[in-house]
């Protein structure tokens, strides 16, 4: 089992911009495909984006298409998701996914069966 820690959430005002961390703490992330999910509250998971081999990302959901950004360090075995312009809709738990090989992130569609690791999450308010 891969185990995954999520960092970095909290209260962030309308506009802002938040940026969280995901570290692999007894597996090496650079062989898995590794992605973000989030769930707001009373609805379902949802993929938000990927980061798979070589760096190549995609984008699971359109609310977040061009505000989210994800990607590595693998010298700290870290992946990040940094998003700005957050609104109120963002607010949910953040949680972290990994899934050895590039296949979930290459062909998936951001459904939470495709991964079989996960963190425990992180909170994340949009409030003022």
Not at 65 to 79: L, Q, S
Request: charged share 20%; with cysteine; proline share 2%.
């Amino acid at each position: 089992q891969v185990q995954l820690v999520e960092s970095g959430g909290g209260l962030v005002q309308p506009g802002g911009s938040l940026s969280l961390s995901c570290a692999g703490r007894n597996r090496d992330l650079s062989g898995y495909g590794v992605a973000w999910f989030r769930q707001a509250p009373g609805k379902e998971r949802e993929g938000l984006l990927c980061i798979g081999g070589g760096g190549v990302f995609r984008n699971y959901a359109d609310s977040v298409k061009g505000r989210a950004t994800i990607f590595r360090d693998r010298t700290k075995n870290m992946v990040y998701l940094q998003m700005n312009n957050l609104k109120a809709d963002d607010t949910g738990v953040y949680y972290c996914a990994a899934e050895l090989g590039w296949t979930a992130c290459a062909s998936g569609s951001g459904r939470i069966l495709e991964y079989h690791h996960w963190g425990q999450g992180t909170q994340v308010t949009v409030s003022s």
